[in-house]
């Protein structure tokens, strides 16, 4: 069911590790990180099929990761998540279709999934 | 989010706050119900295993339940300071301890202060400060003084709020410290103009210093 790497980045230390884990049972490898620098730290030393990133952290926005990945890595597929239907600042609405999808929260699993064949699917 | 206009009446600008705050706390109740949702579906995932043979250690079970347990409670908190910060629009003049209402502009500010990777410390005397005023007003003054002290915050900038002792025929003044100075350009800086405003209403004094804006207020209730 899994075979892909993922990247998963959010500053809620349980809820990206239990996420973590439960792709994991799923056959999916994934590294798992809690702010925007190590994100791209991670980015510069692995190769991932897609990038899980959440909009709002502390330092570096997912928004500013996801402008700093698309340096190097133009075609990398990036999932936002979002924890409100309705962005929160003018920073959240930019440029959103640089991402492949964003989902909201809570995010179900099968769902975060599907999306991310689908997009490694289109990136093929 | 729009930036609030120094010339909008008070009252819109006061809407705006409440709005700001609301969504905030909005923001860190969906992360608590989205960590939940994760332990829960790890639950039914740990279930589906041991249903299809796998061992269960009952540790990871009472692990992942102490967890969620922590969750709630921090929702519970958020949930305490949305009720208290709702309720503090109940009466346009209360009379209340000082240290209650600045301690809950510093929770209430937490986040916005993480986000710019900064933190927000607090120093309050032992013996209540009772002063009788526009209590959402002076919560508003706060946490735009706080806003201030934040623009162009180096990383691990450290800002405290103090409640100072009283001077000279008990009147009471809020100091917001940076540990960094903060700039000039600050004057210039719209929440300087709105902290202004506010600060009239109150029938207060604004100094903004290098190091750290002073709101004065009135005397303590007797």
Redesign the interface.
């Known amino acids: 069911m899994g075979g892909m790497r993922v990247l998963l980045v959010d500053d ?1 230390p ?2 990206v590790h ?2 973590a ?2 792709l994991e ?1 799923r056959d999916f490898e994934v590294d798992a990180v809690t702010s925007g620098a190590a994100a791209l730290e991670k980015i510069k030393s692995e190769a991932y099929d897609v990038v899980v990133i959440d909009l ?4 570096m926005s997912g928004h500013a990761v996801m402008t700093a990945v698309r340096v190097e890595h133009p075609r990398l597929p990036i999932i936002l998540l979002t ?2 239907g309705a962005a ?3 920073e959240e609405n930019a440029d959103l279709d640089q991402a492949c999808a964003y989902l909201f ?3 179900n ?1 099968d769902e975060l999934i599907r999306t991310m064949r689908e997009c490694v699917k289109v990136d093929e | 989010m729009s930036e609030p206009d120094p010339g909008a009446p008070l009252l819109e600008q006061k809407l705006m706050f409440f709005g700001r705050i609301s969504a905030s706390l909005s923001h860190e109740l969906k992360n608590v119900l989205a960590t939940i949702n994760e332990f829960s579906g790890l639950l039914d995932d740990l279930s589906q295993a041991a249903a299809s043979g796998r061992a269960l250690k009952p540790e990871r079970l009472q692990s992942v339940c102490g967890k969620i347990a922590n969750q709630i409670g921090r929702g519970e908190e958020l949930i305490r300071r949305m009720n208290r910060f709702s309720h503090s629009v109940d009466e346009p003049v209360a009379s209340v301890d000082l240290r209650e209402v600045l301690a809950l502009v510093c929770d209430l500010c937490n986040r916005f202060a993480k986000l710019r990777q900064a933190t927000l410390e607090r120093r309050f005397p032992d013996a209540p400060q009772v002063l009788t005023l526009d209590t959402f007003a002076l919560e508003y003054a706060v946490a735009l003084a706080i806003d201030l002290a934040l623009q162009g915050a180096s990383e691990q900038r450290r800002v405290t709020v103090a409640l100072l002792e009283p001077a000279s025929r008990g009147r009471c003044q809020i100091a917001v410290e940076s540990a960094d100075p903060l700039g000039p350009e600050l004057a210039q800086a719209t929440e300087h103009a709105l902290l202004a405003g506010v600060m009239a209403h109150l029938g207060g004094t604004l100094d903004v210093a290098p190091e750290r804006i002073v709101l004065g207020l009135g005397g303590l209730d007797a």
């Open positions: 809620e349980e809820l239990t996420m884990e439960r049972i709002k952290m502390p330092g924890g409100h929160e600042d003018d929260k809570p995010i699993i």
